[in-house]
C-alpha cells in the first residue's frame, strides 16, 4: 500500500543518513513525514523519550537541516518552539553546535550555509545565546571553506536582520576578549567581503556598529582589569 511504501521509503533514507538506531529513526521519519512543525512537534513530544534519548531529537533535527537542498526555515521553527516546551533543548543545541563547528573543515558548502542559517534562526528565536554558542571558536584561525562559508552566511544575516545598529551591537555583548578579537579578525578577513557591504546601505552601518563595538566591549573589558 501506499502509506507502507512510504515508510518504507522513509526507513532507507534514515538508514542512508546514518540513523542507525530506533530512536534516531522514528525521530527522523517524524520530522519528514509532518505536515506542519505543530504536528510534528506534538508527534515528537509524545515518543516520551528519556534522558538521554531525549537529546536525539536536537541532533536528527540540525543534522536533516544540514541535509536539506536549501535552507529550510521549518527546522528553526520547530527547534524553537521545542525550547519553549523543553528547556533542556536550549542546552542540548548548544552542544550540537559545538560538533557542528568541529566537523566544518571537512563540511560541504550546502549544509554549512543550511546549518549557519538554522544558527541565526535560533539565535533570533531566542533559543541560543550567541556569545555562549561561538565562546570557543578560533575565529582568527579559521581557514577551511566550510568554516568561512558558515561564520560568513551567519554573520552577514545577523547583520542584514537586525533591526538597526543598536538591536546588532547587543548581539556581541558578554563576548571573551579572545572570541572578540578573533571575531574583529574574521569580519575583516571574510565578513566585509559581503555583498551587501555597500557604500550608504544600511548592511554597511551595522556592520560598521558591530566592528565598532566590538573594540569598545574590548576596551572595557582592559579597563576593568585595570
Known amino acids: 500500500s501506499p502509506p507502507s511504501h512510504h515508510h518504507h521509503r522513509l526507513t532507507t533514507l534514515a538508514l542512508k543518513h546514518k540513523m542507525t538506531t530506533p530512536t534516531r529513526q522514528s525521530i527522523f521519519n517524524i520530522l519528514h513525514s509532518s505536515p506542519d512543525y505543530a504536528s510534528c512537534l506534538r508527534s515528537l513530544l509524545s515518543l516520551r523519550l528519556p534522558p538521554p534519548h531525549d537529546r536525539e531529537i536536537v541532533r536528527v533535527a540540525v543534522h ?7 535552507t529550510n526555515k521549518f527546522y528553526g521553527i520547530l527547534l524553537n518552539a521545542l525550547a519553549e516546551e523543553d528547556e ?3 542546552f542540548t543545541v548548544r552542544l550540537t553546535y559545538w560538533d557542528v563547528f568541529k566537523r566544518l573543515p571537512t563540511t560541504s558548502v550546502r549544509r554549512a550555509g543550511n546549518l549557519a542559517n538554522l544558527l541565526v534562526d535560533l539565535v533570533r528565536g531566542g533559543t541560543v545565546v550567541l556569545g555562549d554558542v561561538v565562546r570557543n571558536v578560533d575565529f582568527a584561525g579559521v581557514g577551511t571553506e566550510g568554516e568561512a562559508v558558515f561564520f560568513s552566511v551567519f554573520f552577514g544575516r545577523i547583520i542584514d536582520e537586525a533591526e538597526g545598529e543598536g ?6 555583548r558578554g563576548m571573551g576578549e579572545t572570541v572578540r578579537e578573533g571575531m574583529g579578525v574574521f569580519f575583516q ?23 565598532k563595538a ?13
Open 189 to 211: 578577513k571574510f565578513v566585509r567581503r559581503d555583498r551587501r557591504n555597500v557604500k550608504g546601505s544600511e548592511w554597511r552601518g551595522k556592520f560598521k556598529a558591530v566592528r
Open 88 to 90: 533542556g533543548a536550549r
Open 64 to 70: 536533516s537541516a544540514g541535509g536539506e537542498k536549501k
Open 214 to 226: 566590538l573594540g569598545e566591549y574590548r576596551r572595557e573589558g582592559e579597563e576593568g582589569r585595570q
Open 167 to 172: 538591536e546588532v551591537k547587543g548581539w556581541f
